[in-house]
């Protein structure tokens, strides 16, 4: 597997009364990272996990702990999860009244930093602060629910962030992450990379797997062959 392409599950969609064992096996089975949905129900209609279950998986695994915190406002969190062993903090920038201090705030933190697109959110809003992305993020469904269907309008826009990324490489060397979200499955994954993508978060495929041979070994290996098929 080329080590520019890094696979994300999302625990939304584990088994939350066993997370520590599902984190655990998660990268045993070749996970890159672990993707954390944090819901409010304010700026998303739902309510998951905040620092204390961050805090609890930490033990389980070294490997990055992505938090997607779907919260407003956002920047009294940023300190918690730092402190609850978070690598990687992204949020919605119209859910903080000052963006370039939530990124300053993260990064301060220790934590690399990220904003998310919704599929409807202009990608303006990262003109201005590339010098402070670690990575993007772009929702290729409405936030707040796992197990929704991709939305095609990602993977022209996933483009349009990939150039701009990789002007920015091009004009200062440094590396901006492009991460995806929503919908990205064992059929879709090769197009999503060839538009773009090189993080890629998997909640209902991974997990629909958990029964089925190989489990999360096998569906994560599909989703790698996927990837080298892509060649870029
Ligand atoms: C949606 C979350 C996603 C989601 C991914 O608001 O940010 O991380 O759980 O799940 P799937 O892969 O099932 O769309
Ligand atoms: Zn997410």
């Known amino acids: 597997m080329d080590a520019k392409f890094r696979i994300a599950p999302s625990i939304l969609s584990a088994d939350f009364a066993r997370l520590g064992e599902e984190v ?13 949905d944090v819901m409010d129900n304010h700026y998303v209609p739902n309510l998951t996990i905040g620092p204390l279950v961050c805090e609890a998986i930490r033990p389980h695994t070294s490997a990055p702990i992505d938090v997607h915190l779907m919260v407003e406002p956002v920047d009294a969190l940023v300190p918690m999860f730092a402190k609850a062993g978070a690598n990687v903090i992204t949020f919605h920038p119209e859910a903080s009244r000052h963006v370039d201090r939530t990124l300053s705030l993260i990064r301060d933190q220790g934590c690399q930093a990220g904003l998310v ?32 269907s991709f939305i095609a309008s990602a993977l022209p826009k996933l483009a349009e962030v ?16 492009l991460e995806i979200d929503g919908g990205v499955k064992v059929d879709n994954i090769a197009a999503v990379a060839k538009a773009g993508a090189d ?18 070994k096998t569906v994560i290996g599909k989703l790698r062959a996927e990837l080298a098929k892509v060649g870029v």
């Not at 655990?24 to 954390?36: M, P, Q, S, T, V």
């Not at 990262?126 to 993007?136: A, E, F, G, R, T």
């Not at 993080?199 to 999360?216: H, N």
């Open 162 to 177: 990939r150039a701009k990324v990789d002007a920015w490489k091009a004009q200062t060397g440094k590396t901006i992450l």
């Open 117 to 148: 697109f919704n599929p409807a959110t202009p990608l303006a809003w990262m003109d201005h602060v590339m010098d402070k992305l670690d990575l993007v993020l772009l929702m290729s469904v409405n936030p707040g629910f796992g197990g929704q």
């Open 24 to 36: 655990r096996n998660l990268i045993g089975a070749g996970a890159d990272w672990i993707h954390f």
């Open 199 to 216: 993080t890629f978060v998997a909640g209902s495929a991974v997990f629909g797997a958990r029964d089925a041979d190989g489990g999360y």
